[in-house]
């Protein structure tokens, strides 16, 4: 894989900190700022709904950019937004941050996405789009647990100067990493932006989108409020979040890498294999979240299936919208956050409802079910295959 493949992976390392963080500074939060842990929870909602709208926006409007100047001018609003919300001692304002934070995110991620798959040969993205999610699982495992940490030794504010910071050495890694050319993003000999918003017509398309964003929706319902599944659930104390998050986070960096492996070519396998093991692992969770044994070994096992039965769908994603090579990872990056934003959005109904603190992991449970079962109806589609859609690509 090429070195700035990997330097992109920095920069994603520092915004999906910020994305993933409030896994462990719900409570802390909620409390300082005279909110329900529900509403606080919300705040994870907010930046993933800013994902969505945000990914075929800047997408949109960088295609013509120089990747270097759209990439750094992203990261910069990005930073700016957490000082802000380090700042502040309104929830409103917070929750506004997130979404301009999210803005930034998303056109990063979208051109970047883009960005990695070029950089290697037409039969990689797989690899290529594993190695980009490492930064991600590397946030898991690393930044989050570290926030978590950090939140509670000096206050959920804290964090938010961190990642702030955090962004400087992956502003210098887009310098070093990516050509200061406009790269194919720029192309005016491209495809028009209409021919490629119209790939979101294609039926193949949508189902992996549908299914992409079921799994990473179940993914996050439960790690939007694993924090307070730990300290209510299990019983354990605060600074076990940390612990556990961690483990999530070598989870994901584990089933990220391996099925990267497999993607590009038996992307049906990962599916067909890991669907009912995550399905199983949530059931399993569901059932036995209050033993801290079960709860710490089946974070990694989650955390694992998750991210490798996602990555595999997302990839797909890639493989379906090749015919619009500036707003693809745009798409991607919508179905990973229509999920990041409906999760746990579904997961505080289950709290609101009465469901009890595991409420969560039932809504995972739920979702990964809903995604099994079209995932059987529309199997050739998974695997790469022409399938039932096949008569709808002339749509």
């Known amino acids: 894989m090429p070195l700035p493949l990997y330097l992109l992976a920095v920069a994603v390392f520092a915004m999906g900190t910020s994305e993933f963080m409030l896994a462990g500074l719900v409570p802390d939060i909620a409390t300082d700022l005279g909110v329900s842990v529900a509403t606080a929870g919300l705040l994870t ?3 993933a709904v800013g994902m969505i709208v945000g990914a075929p926006l800047m997408a949109a409007l960088a295609r013509t950019w120089p990747r270097r100047i759209s990439l750094l001018g992203f990261l910069g609003v990005f930073l700016a937004a957490h000082v802000v919300g380090a700042l502040t001692d309104s929830f409103p304002v917070l929750f506004v941050t997130r ?16 960005a990695a798959a070029d950089l290697v040969p037409a039969d990689r993205k797989g690899r290529a789009l594993s190695v980009l999610l490492a930064g991600t699982t590397v946030a898991t495992v690393v930044g989050v647990p570290g926030g978590a940490l950090l939140g509670a030794l000096h206050g959920w504010r804290a964090t938010f100067w961190a990642v702030a910071l955090l962004g400087l050495p992956a502003a210098l890694a887009v310098v070093r990493g990516i050509p200061a050319g406009p790269g194919r993003t720029g192309d005016p000999g491209g495809p028009f932006l209409r021919h490629e918003l119209t790939r979101l017509r294609r039926p193949r398309l949508v189902v992996v989108l549908l299914l992409g964003a079921l799994v990473n929706a179940a993914t996050f319902a439960t790690f939007a409020f694993l924090a307070p599944v730990v300290t209510d659930v299990a019983g354990l104390g605060p600074l076990w979040i940390s612990t556990v998050l961690a483990l999530f986070g070598l989870g994901c960096f584990a089933g990220v890498t391996v099925a ?8 049906g396998v990962v599916v067909a294999v890991g669907g009912p093991l995550l399905l199983g692992g949530w059931i399993t969770l569901g059932l036995t979240a209050d033993v801290p044994v079960a709860l710490l070994g089946l974070a990694f096992t989650q955390g694992a299936l ?3 039965v996602g990555s595999t769908l997302i990839t797909r994603v890639l493989y379906e919208a090749t015919g619009a090579p500036t707003m693809a990872g745009s798409y991607a990056t919508a179905a990973l956050n229509v999920g990041a934003a409906a999760g746990p959005a579904i997961a505080a109904a289950t709290l609101t409802a009465g469901a009890g603190r595991s409420g969560p992991v039932w809504a995972s449970v739920a979702l990964v079910a809903l995604a099994l079962v079209l995932a059987l109806r529309f199997r050739r589609v998974v695997g790469g295959g022409t399938g039932e859609l096949h008569r709808d690509e002339a749509l």
Do not use: E, I, K, W
Request: no cysteine.
């Open 99 to 114: 979404v301009v934070a999210a803005f930034a995110n998303a056109g990063f991620l979208a051109v970047g996405l883009t």
């Open 260 to 267: 990267g492996r497999f993607a590009d070519r038996h992307p």
């Open 45 to 47: 909602s907010a930046f």
């Open 306 to 308: 998750s991210f490798a």
